[in-house]
Each structure stands twice: as structure tokens, then as C-alpha cells.
């Protein structure tokens, strides 16, 4: 108490000036501190339903399931008023609860209580989750069980047929999952009539089912179905192909390598760990290394990796495709007018082709500080003239404002274009480095992914990932204003074999969110593979 009054510095004055204020904040300091005068807490909001939720959780956590008074459970629950749980949800909680500890007793105990208190008829969404819950535990349920479920999924997809939607597919799929009928879902899938917008969780529950009956081909047309529509690799199917592989010498986990350079997809963090782990088993090499980006050559083992190449047959390709499919597409040039469109492609057509293409505003906002006496963006267009490129510079029209009397410079010694305030630039860059030719580089820090998904054709994507790789300049400014243009990388970076049987494996690490990452797309680390 003492401390506490002590925090009150007035204290002795108010004892001079004032005696009843004294006594009147005398008293209701102590009432702070005596036990008997203090009113109990309400319990409300946040933490009137934590308080739920412990309630449920200790229940589930010490229950039987040969004896649960769920009636009990219930009326506890829903006694702690102000909390989020209440009539309507408090079954969809305490289902949830029994199945995030794995008690699949008391699931379909639970579930058996509702049906009773429901006349045998819980609502869908109960129904869903229950679902869930058993594909969470599908390797402990009976024969019975099974049955039971196979039942229950072909009866909801029937009656819901005309309310089918991708969440109410993937649990349907999930329950017929956990039976022999397992098959049955891909009819499932085709009779639904919603195709396109199927989940990476429908696939990946037919994709593992499939690689634990063994059904290899199956299983791996469902993997590049998946790839192809989601852009995505589980690490749960990873895992399930190495144990296939583990029970039958037949299969080797070469093909999850050969996926990866196939599709040139470049894998996080942790499913490098899963194949690093299963491929140690084998008695394989593996080690973490660097890729030197001057000539691209593995510190581990020296080999040095391909070289990203464009042939001009696939440019072509690539330039018919792009400018026709996506620069004229609706999506691209919705803040753009087509007069603006217009006037540009004929400019293009008079000035084309270009050595270097800049993306002035990524440029100019990426690098906002100046160099020496002079924006980022005079630096780099005068380091361009001086070598005598024909360079083209891109950006709105507020970029003329943020260069001020460099302008003029630049206006000077070489093109510019600058689109309306509310227009995307981006393409406008694409649009010119892709009529120039197969030869014309782009400075800018943007990825261009929103593009490349434009492309939907896989092997379309690719050539676009390599072109960009290849033509794609970079900037770094060292200490003392030194500004470096950097050349594209000009090894593959992608998971690639070389002669000798070595393979070097490019993966991204998991990074907090908020952390720093590379503005370029180079992966972060490698892994060589001695085989």
C-alpha cells in the first residue's frame, strides 16, 4: 500500500491543503488493495470465450468416450456468457475441439449425440466438418465407419447437386477418400460441373490415396493437374511419393527432381528439407551451396550450370503470343484508353528498335534518393548515351515533376513515352522490349509475375521466365554514389542434371513476414546432389 500511495507525489500537500481530500483518496487507494472490497471481474468478450474454449478443451482432453455427458459439456459451455460461443455454433466447436486432439472416439460420439438430439438430421455444415474429421483419423476408422461415410458423402452429393460449390466438393471428396471407393471421386469431380475451380485440398487427398494404393500414374497426372491449375507442389505429396518409393525399389524419387526441372519450379524451404532427409536415406550426397553469378559455377562441386538460352523460334512465339493474347487483352488496358494504346503502338512502329527499355517510375521510386547531385534515373540514361545505346524511357507523366530540370537531359539524348497517371506501365515496357527484338534488354526491379500468369500456356510461361532471366538488367549502388549496372544472370535457375549425374536443386527460404527479401528473382539457396 505504501508503494502504492507513494506514486501520488501531492500526497503531503494534500494533507496540508485539504483534509477531506485526503481521506476521501486515502480511501480509494485502499479499496485498490484489500481483498474483501474488490468486486469480481466480469467475464466478457475476448476473454469470456477463451474461457469457452478452455472449458471444452479440458473437457476433451479428460473425457471417456464409453461415458460423456455432453448435455454437461454444453450447459457449462454456454453458462460463461458474452462469448462467441452459443447455440448456433457451440456443436461446430466442440466437433472441432475433439478433432484438433485427434479423438476420434469422441468425434463420432459427439456426432452421435447431435443426430440423436436432431432426429438423425444435423445440418450441412456439421456434417462437413465431421467429415473432415474423420479424413484427419481415416487410417483408425472400421469397416463400419467407412461404410457409414461412403454412405453419408454419395447421399450429400446427390441432394446437393444444384448447391455444389469447391468447399462442399473437397469435403465430399475427403470422406469418399477414407473408403475403398476411393476412385469414385474423380466422378465426383466431373459430375459437379465445377472443374476449373477445384481445390488444391480435392486433388491432394485423391493424389496421396492414389500413391498409397500404389496407382503411380494416376497419382502423378492428378501432381501436373494440380501444378498446372495452382502453380503449387504440397509437401504432404512429396512425402507420400518417398514413402512409396522407401516399400518399392521400382519407383525412385528421381521423378520428384525430374518434376521440378520439367516445370522449372523453384521449391521453399521446407520441402527442400523433406527431399534432402529422404535422399540422405539413400545414401546420397547432398550438400547446401552457392551458385558464383559471373559464370555460374557450384562451390561445392565446381560444375558449372547450364546456360538460360531463348531460341528464336520460341521468341517468336513468345512475341506472338504476348503481344497479341496479352497487351490487347481487356484486363491489361483497363486504366488505359485506346487512344493511348493507339498512340503508342505507332510510336513504337516509327522509333523501334531499342538496345535498352527503362522502366522510369520502378526506377525512379526504387531509388528515390539521389546519386552525387542527380536522380537515379539521370544517372542511369547518361551511363546508357554514353555508351551510344538507343534507350527508351517509360513512366507517367508525374515522373516529368519528380526529374525536374533533368528532364530536359534525358528529352535530349533519347526516347521517352509516358503514359497517363491512372495507366500501367508495365506493359507498356513489355510491349517495347518485345518488338525490338530478341536482343533488347529492360531496366527494372518488377518481377512481371502478374504477366507471366497472363500466359496460360505452361510452356508458354516458360520461355517468357527465361526471356525475362536473360534480358533483364540490374542495379546496385555501392558506397560513394557508385552506381553498377548489373548483366542478367545467365545460368539456368531451375533444378537441372548435368552430364556426370550432378544435380543442383534451387530453393527460396521462409522468411517472417516483414523480413527483407531480393528484389530479383534469383532463388536464395542451392542444393547439390551427388549422386
Known amino acids: 500500500m505504501c508503494s502504492l500511495i507513494r506514486k501520488h507525489l501531492p500526497w503531503n500537500l494534500l494533507k496540508v491543503v485539504s483534509p477531506r481530500q485526503t481521506i476521501i483518496h486515502t480511501q480509494r487507494l485502499l479499496s485498490v488493495v484489500t481483498p474483501d472490497i474488490i468486486e469480481p471481474r466480469k467475464v466478457k468478450g475476448r476473454f469470456a470465450s477463451e474461457e469457452q474454449k478452455r472449458v471444452i478443451a479440458e473437457f476433451v482432453n479428460k473425457s471417456s468416450s464409453t461415458i460423456t455427458d455432453w448435455n454437461a459439456l454444453k450447459l457449462s459451455v454456454l453458462s460463461i456468457n458474452r462469448g462467441y460461443i452459443n447455440e448456433k455454433n457451440i456443436n461446430g466447436c466442440i466437433l472441432e475441439a475433439c478433432s484438433q486432439q485427434q479423438r476420434s472416439d469422441l468425434v463420432k460420439s459427439f456426432m452421435k449425440y447431435v443426430k440423436e438430439c436432431s432426429n438423425g438430421k444435423p445440418n450441412l455444415a456439421l456434417e462437413l466438418l465431421y467429415i473432415r474429421s474423420c479424413y484427419k483419423s481415416r487410417k483408425e ?245 554514353a555508351k551510344k545505346l538507343k534507350v527508351l524511357l517509360i513512366g507517367r507523366k508525374h515522373l516529368v515533376k519528380m526529374l525536374g530540370k533533368e528532364f530536359d537531359f534525358i528529352k535530349n539524348n533519347a526516347h521517352i513515352f509516358f503514359t497517363n497517371d491512372l495507366s500501367k506501365d508495365d506493359p507498356f515496357v513489355l510491349y517495347a522490349a518485345m518488338y525490338s527484338g530478341i536482343n533488347t534488354q529492360i531496366l527494372t526491379r518488377d518481377l512481371m509475375r502478374s504477366h507471366k500468369f497472363l500466359l496460360k500456356d505452361v510452356h508458354m510461361k516458360s520461355i517468357f521466365q527465361k526471356w525475362l532471366q536473360k534480358h533483364r538488367l540490374g542495379l546496385k549502388i555501392r558506397p560513394g554514389d557508385e552506381v553498377i549496372i548489373k548483366e542478367p544472370i545467365k545460368y539456368l535457375q531451375a533444378t537441372q542434371e548435368s552430364a556426370n549425374g550432378i544435380w543442383h536443386m534451387p530453393y527460396q527460404e521462409i522468411k517472417e513476414r516483414g523480413s527483407w527479401s531480393k528484389p530479383d528473382s534469383s532463388p536464395d539457396k542451392w542444393m547439390c546432389i551427388q549422386i
Open 141 to 385: 476408422l472400421t469397416d463400419d465407419d467407412q461404410y457409414e461415410i461412403q454412405t453419408n458423402c454419395q447421399s450429400l452429393f446427390k441432394n446437393n447437386l444444384h448447391l455444389m460449390n469447391p468447399v462442399l466438393l473437397e469435403a465430399i471428396v475427403m470422406g469418399i477418400c477414407c473408403t475403398p471407393l476411393w476412385r469414385d471421386s474423380l466422378e465426383f469431380i466431373k459430375a459437379s460441373k465445377i472443374e476449373n475451380d477445384i481445390t488444391v485440398n480435392t486433388l491432394t487427398c485423391i493424389i496421396l490415396r492414389a500413391f498409397e494404393e500404389a496407382e503411380m500414374d494416376l497419382g502423378w497426372n492428378l501432381v501436373h493437374n494440380l501444378f498446372n491449375r495452382h502453380r503449387i507442389l504440397p509437401l504432404e505429396i512429396v512425402a507420400a511419393w518417398f514413402n512409396l518409393c522407401e516399400k518399392n525399389v521400382n519407383y525412385s524419387y528421381r521423378r520428384v527432381l525430374e518434376f521440378l526441372r520439367d516445370n522449372e519450379y523453384i521449391i521453399r524451404e521446407d520441402l527442400a528439407e523433406l527431399i534432402r532427409n529422404k535422399i540422405k536415406q539413400s545414401g546420397i550426397k547432398t550438400t547446401t551451396t552457392m551458385i558464383y553469378h559471373h559464370n555460374g559455377k557450384c562451390k561445392n562441386c565446381n560444375q558449372v550450370l547450364k546456360n538460360v538460352d531463348v531460341t528464336d523460334s520460341e521468341f517468336k512465339m513468345l512475341q506472338e503470343c504476348f503481344l497479341s493474347n496479352v497487351m490487347i487483352g481487356k484486363n491489361i488496358f483497363n486504366n488505359s484508353s485506346p487512344q493511348e494504346l493507339n498512340d503508342f503502338k505507332d510510336f513504337i512502329e516509327i522509333t523501334a528498335p531499342y538496345d535498352v527499355v527503362v522502366d522510369g517510375l520502378n526506377l525512379a521510386y526504387a531509388y528515390r534518393g539521389k546519386v552525387g547531385n542527380h536522380s537515379i534515373t539521370k544517372v542511369i540514361m547518361k551511363n546508357f548515351i
